[in-house]
């Protein structure tokens, strides 16, 4: 997918740089924080078909550990206070304000540790496909497996007791029960979505994460902000697949905790309803967008003024 823009380079603390791409041109600005950790934004390509043709000028982003950004041999820098800051360095850096935060995945709960900070500088906070917590993720992928045949239960569990997660037959029932059903439905995969698991970083992601997504022993694997959802004052919209790696329900959970929040079940959706469901992926983001430009202009002083 051709991606027209300006690409900028972002100096960080300790002299790290990572990279950026603007595509679009417009008062309305979207930051896009890619999941993992350790992916980088190239299986976001396709919200440049969408939203810098609908008024939102976008900011795609590697965080540092990814693909177009420095990748440091440093795994002390692999926390989440440390990527929360790198966010607030890149917005500031590329000066914007009042603005849109998109997270999808990890990078939904990057998001949500931006907003409990530096929710001043948003004007909407969209939180795709991520739960408020990391055991809360773990309780449901697991019921999702506890759904399959008990032999390929077990057979998974026999490999993960072994810690041989990278075995050929282990591996491949990852793929059928898991990515193909519950992460990306689309199939054949979307281009842009091999590449960025071609590319993808292992390091970031097993210091943070652990061997994979069901197995969860990284740095993050007790986050919980159920308990501080309500701190979050901007507007909010949740974004989940149906058939989501994540709680179609705690993402429901979160709406009603977050005071301005409102959400969007993709029906067809997966983990990346950004390719599984587009219309109505799509179409949610733009709503939420004109519905809080709307209300920013309402309150404007200028507002109804010759």
Known sequence: MAQRGVSRIVPISGGFHVWTRQVGESPVKMLLLHGGPGFNH???ECFADYLPPNGVEIYFYDQ???YYSDQPDDVSLWNT???REEVEEVRSFLGLDSFYLLGQSWGGLLA???ALKYQS???GLIISNMTASIPSYVRYINELR???PRNLVDTMKRYEA?????APEYQALLD???YRQHIIRSQPMPDPVARAFAHFNPAVYNTMQGPNEFVVTGTFRDWDRWADLAHIQVPTHLLVGRYDSMSVEDIEEMGRLIPEATVTVCENGSHLSMWDDQEAYFSAILDFVRRVETAVRASSPSHGTK
């Open 42 to 44: 190239e299986y976001l």
């Open 64 to 66: 540092l550990g990814s």
């Open 81 to 83: 206070e440390r990527f």
């Open 112 to 114: 949500i540790e931006y």
């Open 121 to 123: 500088h948003l004007r």
């Open 146 to 148: 506890e759904r399959l």
């Open 162 to 166: 072994d810690g041989a997660y990278d």
């Open 176 to 178: 059928e029960h898991l």
